[in-house]
């Protein structure tokens, strides 16, 4: 069964502050793919970033960056500099396959930026 | 717009009626899916469609829920008998879909939902 946990319900940083949403996930499956996704208040998902289950790089755009681990089933997301634009619901998602199936979304973590 | 669309925006009905939301994909996104998203939860899955195929329904909450998508674009999702507890964003994404490379699913702006 798919399952994805994140266990912090909100989040508070000040301005400039680097901030890491934690992320757990369960899969029988050997290829999958996890995702980051962020909610603003207008309520409308907008896709962050993506990682495949074979490619446990770690990487860094612009702000975001992201940790893969498989050993511990983890895929943290991290903002760098926060800044209030960020405020919004972050949610970890895993889809298991070619991906191409639906996504099983955790309970999401809010993010308040404080100025 | 070339985004996910989705109409109405809001919609507020009393307990036991029926209600029909309509998702319009982005142009040539041959899979479409439908979750669900409650307060302070993330979306459910429901159901979703290769082009007029319905791949998987049993996910729907109950035989309340039924869509369908009868030309492979467009898409209705139907609640009969509404309840209280039906009050949710249902939102609708697509993509490319079909086996293959991992397509992006993107994300309309939801249709809000209550049960009075």
């Known amino acids: 069964a798919q399952k994805v946990t994140q266990a912090q319900t909100e989040i508070s940083v000040v301005e400039k502050e680097d901030v890491t949403l934690d992320c757990v996930y369960e899969t029988r499956d050997t290829t999958y793919y996890l995702f980051w996704y962020k909610q603003p208040p207008s309520g409308e998902l907008v896709f962050l970033i993506r990682?495949?289950?074979?490619?446990?790089q770690n990487e860094i755009s612009g702000r975001y960056s992201w940790n893969f681990q498989k050993s511990t089933s983890s895929f943290n997301f991290t903002i760098t500099a926060s800044q209030v634009v960020d405020s919004a619901v972050y949610f970890c998602a895993l889809s298991e396959g070619s991906g191409n199936t639906p996504l099983v979304f955790g309970k999401g973590t809010r993010l308040s930026v404080i100025a | 717009d070339t985004g996910v669309s989705q109409d109405p925006r809001h919609k507020i009905t009393k307990r036991g009626q029926n209600v029909t939301f309509r998702c319009d994909p982005i142009s040539e996104h041959n899979r479409l899916y439908w979750y669900r998203q409650t307060l302070g939860q993330g979306p459910e899955f429901l159901t979703y469609f290769q082009n007029e195929a319905q791949l998987e329904k049993s996910r729907l909450l109950s035989d309340r829920f039924s869509a369908e998508r009868p030309k492979g674009s467009f898409s209705t999702l139907e609640i009969q008998r509404t309840e209280q507890g039906d009050s949710a964003m249902y939102l609708c994404a697509s993509s490319l879909g079909g086996e293959g490379p991992y397509n992006e699913q993107f994300f309309g702006p939801g249709t809000r939902l209550t049960v009075l």
């Open positions: 990682r495949n289950s074979f490619d446990e």
